[in-house]
């Protein structure tokens, strides 16, 4: 069982890399600018792949990409606060917790901050 | 509703439909309605369901790194939990006030048979991230549900499903099956290990414990090609047992107060990459406000609203099979869907189109009609009876209970079986009268659970625990 975990925490690993390279890729496709995406906690970011990748590195949804500038700049002028109060109530398409269950308020702040381009000390 | 072209149609109808009613192409119709929310920053974190309507707060919010880290916790204490998945039920399955338990850290698939085209999955997978993963060793899965942002023991619990004839419901494809128990073992299941727990655990409703993983029969990787048109729905019903048998999946949906159905037929195809109309998930929103404003003319409304929908393009979607038979789903709803015998399902479809009429309701989300498979799922809506699954929606915004009441009664005439991640009133005394393993299922969940520990408000009347 360890040695299932271990491969397939490897397989994780790497899937998520690929997943990430796979979301700067689409959110630099159509020359919209990016913003600076504030770090991610290393355990986040399979939240991150897992969750908020479904609408937010796939065009079309509605989504705001994640990292585009374009999409963020608007919302971000609202503050931290108001971004994490939709993410938790649910906004338009946005599920209620951004469809994570598991998130703490700290988990989501950290999540809408990453891919609204948000600073670590604006947050 | 699908296709660039048609949305453009809609835009245009609609711009014609706000000139020639004097109305702005602003009105209430067009826009979005966000949820009313009720939380703010600063007070305890609610967890609530994909459409809003489900919600609750937890005392404890419970994710083990491991498989042996969720069984020490089931070990550690006599509190009571609930496996949460991804939300997306609409159903009661979910809310405690004690203990969530989400599988996002066991998520991926650990290991692959490609001799069996069979693999073994944990079920804190979503939906959406299985096919690419499956894909990596050459397999998929035979078939998928509409929507794929649930986790793989969400949807398993459920018995959730896609469409075709000879296809059976995700559950139906488990061939193994690793149970944390509320008494903290870790039982590894099959039809001859621990068989009886199988039989029950493959659709749960997360009553008898947390599945950790399962073992998948899957297929070798395919493509497909979906090919939707718009249809007489007279000429669609007559057609319809060739239409079942002709495509590897069929599935419609009616038009309340309409003529017209939109008819999706998807085939495996082995053409290379071809044109591909992107998903439009938002086109439902501009169908809503042409609806409205149909609506609001006398006399010529609903023939204009008809007429528009009769003359929709057909489309084509391509693709890698969990690409093509998923789609996104960002207007949020909330859903009932009950499964009739399959040989019921035209003339249960009709009641529902007459009754809508008849009451005059103010429905135009379109009525999902998809044919399954039978299977020997104890709980599954498809267990020795080939189902014909029927979904009524409304929109997350507006209130689904006089709809869905109104509708409801017409489901039980046809001995209609809930699905058990969506809406519905029957309790365990009704349930028990659609299911010919219901004593069974409760037998060997008092086994597994004599506590209760997994036993909420919902299982508490569906089950009668």
């Known amino acids: 069982m360890r040695a299932i975990s271990r491969k397939s925490a490897r397989a994780r690993a790497k899937l998520t890399c690929a997943l990430v390279c796979l979301v700067a890729a689409c959110a630099c496709g159509d020359d919209r600018k990016p913003a600076t995406p504030s770090p991610l906690e290393p355990e986040l970011v399979l939240t991150y792949q897992s969750v908020c990748a479904s609408c937010h590195a796939r065009a079309g949804t509605g989504a705001p990409l994640a990292g585009n500038d374009a999409d963020w700049s608007q919302r971000r002028a609202q503050g931290g606060d108001a971004l994490l109060e939709h993410t938790v109530n649910g906004y338009r398409g946005m599920p209620p917790l951004g469809g994570c269950g598991r998130c703490s308020a700290a988990d989501l702040r950290a999540l809408v901050a990453y891919m609204a381009g948000i600073a670590e000390a604006a947050r | ?465």
């Open chain 2, 1 to 465: 509703m699908t296709g660039l072209t048609r949305r453009e149609l809609l835009r245009a109808a609609l711009a014609a439909g706000a000139s020639a009613a004097g109305l702005s192409a602003c009105g209430r119709g067009d826009q979005h309605t966000s949820v009313s929310g009720d939380w703010a920053p600063g007070e305890p974190l609610p967890w609530r369901n994909w459409s809003g309507i489900e919600r609750c707060v937890p005392a404890r919010r419970i994710a083990p790194a491991s498989e042996a880290e969720l069984v020490a916790l089931l070990c550690s204490g006599d509190f009571a939990l609930r496996p949460a998945g991804a939300g997306h039920s609409f159903s009661g399955l979910v809310p405690s006030d004690a203990a969530l338990v989400f599988l996002d850290s066991l998520s991926g698939v650990i290991s692959a048979d490609p001799a069996s085209l069979s693999a073994e999955v944990w079920t804190g997978t979503r939906l959406w991230l299985l096919g690419p993963a499956l894909a990596a060793f050459g397999q998929a899965l035979p078939n998928l549900s509409d929507i794929d942002y649930q986790t793989l023991g969400g949807a398993l619990a459920t018995s959730t499903h896609g469409s075709g004839a000879q296809l059976g419901s995700l559950s139906s494809r488990v061939t193994a099956l690793w149970l944390a128990t509320p008494g903290g073992e870790l039982l590894e299941c099959d039809a001859e290990r621990h068989a009886e727990v199988f039989h029950a655990a493959r659709t749960s409703l997360g009553a008898l414990g947390v599945i950790t993983r399962v073992r998948l029969a899957n297929r070798a990787a395919f493509r497909l090609v979906e090919r939707s048109r718009f249809v007489e729905l007279d000429a669609l019903l007559a057609d319809l047992p060739h239409e079942r048998d002709a495509n590897r999946h069929f599935e419609f949906y009616a038009f309340p107060h309409s003529d017209v159905a939109l008819a999706i037929a998807t085939n495996e195809t082995d053409l290379g990459p071809a044109p591909t109309v992107d998903d439009d998930p938002e086109a439902i929103l501009l169908l809503r406000s042409l609806f409205r404003w149909t609506r609001a003319l006398p006399g010529v409304g609903m023939r204009l609203y008809d007429a528009f929908l009769r003359n929709q393009p057909s489309s084509e979607r391509a693709g890698e099979s969990y690409a093509v038979l998923a789609h996104p789903r960002t207007v949020r709803f909330n859903e009932m869907e009950y499964t009739v015998p399959a040989e019921a399902g035209p003339e249960c479809l009709r009641a529902i189109l007459a009754e809508i009429r008849a009451r005059d309701l103010p429905i135009c989300f379109p009525i999902e009609c998809r044919f399954v498979c039978k299977d020997d799922v104890w709980l599954s809506m498809f267990h020795e009876r080939a189902g014909f699954s029927i979904s009524i929606h409304q929109f997350q915004d507006e209130d689904w209970r006089p709809y869905f009441a109104a509708i409801e009664p017409i489901f039980w005439k046809f001995e209609g079986r809930p699905h058990w991640g969506k809406l519905h009133s029957l309790d365990a005394a009704r349930l028990s009268a659609l299911y010919s393993c219901w004593s069974d299922f409760r037998r060997v969940r008092r086994s597994l659970d004599p506590r209760g520990r997994l036993v909420n408000a919902h299982l508490a009347q569906i089950l009668g625990a």
